[in-house]
């Protein structure tokens, strides 16, 4: 098991990361400060397989354990599924310590966020991810939300976690699309700021997809480390620090907004969003030719895409001036000078973005 701490100016916190840890989750908790009474937000698939070992492993140290269960979907990030989680929250909490746990993908994470960053203007929550992506990524660092039509995440909190508990097991049972997805967002850790880690990629991807929990523990472990490093040193992303993990998703929330969130999952948009910015970042002579084809033979070896199914260009420029990432009229792109690092460049020309658009035509 590897304990990364995280230290940001609202909390410090742990993010356990390893095997076989969710039975011995009792372990880990801190009451009183996590409160006594677990109020557990999944859904029926998760409650099915996991929900007895959980309750399980919470009673037999002395917590309650309640479930919650919400659609398995992006839907279920609605202000009305958040509304109708407090109510039933509101009406279980009598003479209770309740602290929230988010057992799910990144949907689950942030919507459970969300609701616990705002109830009681903010209870205690602990993220036990059960996705690669969640895992990796949307579980560490306190970004909470849910989606308006105008928009993914329009309204948020930052509202950090008291622990992330990260067991590898959780995902032996994972798609192999969803692997893939999580992969993306390994793939943009590696790109963005560790040269050893996308070496180790390029070699052991195919562990990964087999399904190699020895190989998926090292990459979980490796990615919570960096992402921490970042969140450490800018919680809300007011100084250009965190923004560099949005390598790739300028293009790609532009992808899954053009695609109504239908056609391709987050990592795959992330994946060709990589893509894009890779040869951005080329045509702008600051990454090498080789480098741009290093990172596209490791995106096709994990299984993701590379190039776009009947989707108009014009609609993916016309979602990504909706991008939350814009200030102003000026757009921001996180690009390459090398494998392992990157810069934050803002008002790249159209004409340019359009360009490297071409890539994934
Ligand atoms: N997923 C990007 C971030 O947490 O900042």
Redesign the pocket.
Known sequence: MKTIRLKTQSRTYEIKTGNKLLDSLGRFLKSPCFGQDAYIITNAALKRRYGARLGSALQSAGYSARFFLIPDSETSKSLNIASSVIKDLAAYDKNKRIFIVAFGGGVIGDVAGFIASIYKRGIPFIQIPTTLLAQV??S??G?TGVDLEAGKNLIGTFYQPALVLSDVQLLKSLDKRQLRSGLAEVIKYAAIMDAGLFRYLEKNIHRILESDLKAIEYVVGKCAGL?AR??QQDEK?QKGI?TI??FG?TIGHAIEAACCYKRYSHGEAIALGMLVSSDLSYKLGMLGKKAVQRIEKLIIKAGLPVKLNKVNPQSIIRAHYRDKKFIGRKNRFVLLSDIGRCKVRQNISLKAIRESLKKIL
């Open positions: 990524d949307s560490i660092g970004k992402k970042i969140v992303e965190r993990l949005n998703h």
